[in-house]
């Protein structure tokens, strides 16, 4: 028996279109990432006890995303400088919080405001290592797009580029003002500034902290 229940994006390219409700419209759409924080071994020797392991300890993976409305806007949702977006109001995209760690239980939350969709061109979700060794094996990430209307769509970060820290997971794109297409990317880059170039977004990035 099929179980309709998920849907899993497994190669690159392969895509969805969210399923619309008559009465209801879409809905909220919950994009959550998960991943397990697990310790990376230190190499050994003179200098690996001289200078410490701490700080390759674990991973802090962090989830975001670009934006592009309807009306031109562009800009970022992340936690790193405080870019937590709204909900209600454009960008119509906003981030739960920040997990710094990969243990709690929910992960991290990005909410995109569907009954909006006549406002929203795309969206480019992305995870990012921000501390840590950029090892997206040891990462295990999986991103899960949830919404009232229709299956979980479900993309994992199987395919890895240890030593890029920054992953383009999936585009939401707007399909006739209507719904929404998810798109597997799974693409792997040096930054944000990268990425950017690749998908034409146009920003201009400057260092960040949180």
């Given at each position: 028996?099929v179980?309709?229940s998920k849907?899993e994006l497994?190669k690159?390219?392969?895509?969805?279109?969210?399923?619309?409700?008559q009465?209801q419209g879409?809905g909220?759409?919950l994009?959550?990432?998960?991943?397990?924080q697990?310790s990376?071994?230190?190499?050994g020797?003179?200098?690996s006890?001289?200078?410490?392991?701490?700080?390759r300890?674990?991973?802090?993976l962090?989830?975001?995303c670009?934006?592009?409305?309807?009306?031109?806007?562009?800009?970022?949702?992340q936690?790193?400088?405080?870019?937590f977006g709204k909900?209600h109001?454009?960008?119509?995209?906003e981030?739960?919080?920040d997990d710094?760690t990969?243990m709690?239980s929910?992960?991290?939350?990005?909410r995109?405001?569907?009954?909006k969709?006549?406002?929203?061109?795309r969206?480019?979700?992305y995870a990012?290592?921000y501390?840590?060794?950029a090892?997206?094996?040891?990462?295990d990430g999986?991103?899960?797009i949830?919404?009232?209307?229709g299956?979980?769509?479900?993309v994992?970060?199987?395919e890895h580029?240890?030593g890029k820290n920054?992953c383009?997971?999936a585009?939401?794109e707007?399909?006739?003002?209507?719904t929404?297409?998810v798109?597997?990317?799974?693409e792997?880059?040096?930054?944000?500034k990268?990425?950017?170039?690749?998908y034409h977004?146009?920003l201009s990035?400057r260092?960040g902290r949180?």
């Amino acid at each position: 028996m099929v179980n309709l229940s998920k849907i899993e994006l497994t190669k690159k390219g392969q895509s969805i279109n969210l399923t619309k409700s008559q009465h209801q419209g879409i809905g909220e759409i919950l994009v959550n990432l998960n991943w397990n924080q697990q310790s990376v071994k230190p190499s050994g020797g003179f200098l690996s006890s001289l200078f410490g392991t701490k700080a390759r300890s674990g991973i802090d993976l962090d989830l975001g995303c670009l934006y592009e409305l309807t009306d031109g806007s562009k800009s970022c949702v992340q936690a790193l400088g405080n870019a937590f977006g709204k909900l209600h109001s454009p960008p119509f995209v906003e981030l739960d919080g920040d997990d710094r760690t990969g243990m709690v239980s929910g992960g991290e939350n990005l909410r995109i405001n569907g009954d909006k969709v006549k406002d929203i061109k795309r969206v480019l979700v992305y995870a990012f290592i921000y501390e840590g060794v950029a090892n997206w094996s040891e990462a295990d990430g999986i991103v899960t797009i949830n919404y009232e209307t229709g299956p979980s769509v479900e993309v994992r970060l199987n395919e890895h580029r240890n030593g890029k820290n920054m992953c383009a997971i999936a585009m939401i794109e707007n399909v006739n003002n209507e719904t929404f297409k998810v798109e597997r990317l799974v693409e792997y880059f040096n930054g944000h500034k990268d990425m950017d170039d690749a998908y034409h977004w146009g920003l201009s990035w400057r260092t960040g902290r949180k």
